[in-house]
């Protein structure tokens, strides 16, 4: 059983950048597909990006062309690297991670991923 830590929310201006970084106890993160998730006042429950084993990635459109998700094998840590960041961007982001065989599958639904961290909380102001 692996568990999920966040770490990097802040509280920043519009425009600012931010990486968060997800950390594991437990078995590698290498083994699992990694996604950020967020939840706010006017965002709900909505994947943010997610990657798989080898580092493929995808983000959702609300973010596409800002953010970004990256793994450090050696670390073991994911990233979510934010930049151009707006106030609707304000929420709590959570990691996620599900056990997986093969490296190239990426994860969309919240219901795919077994393991949650407890989220850190990112706002930006006007």
């Known amino acids: 059983q692996v568990q999920l830590i966040e770490s990097g929310g802040g509280l920043v201006q519009a425009g600012a950048s931010l990486r968060l970084s997800c950390s594991a106890s437990g078995p590698t993160l290498n083994e699992y597909a990694v996604g950020w998730f967020r939840q706010g006042p006017k965002i709900e429950h909505e994947l943010v990006c997610t990657v798989s084993r080898s580092g493929s990635s995808f983000c959702n459109d609300p973010v596409k062309g800002r953010f970004s998700i990256s793994r450090d094998k050696i670390k073991n840590l994911v990233y979510l690297q934010m930049n151009s960041l707006k106030p609707e961007d304000t929420a709590v982001y959570y990691c996620?991670?599900?056990?997986?065989?093969?490296?190239?599958?990426?994860?969309?639904?919240?219901?795919?991923?077994?393991?949650w961290g407890q989220g850190t909380q990112v706002t930006v102001s006007s």
């Open positions: 996620a991670a599900v056990g997986v065989r093969f490296e190239d599958i990426y994860y969309y639904l919240r219901s795919e991923f077994d393991f």
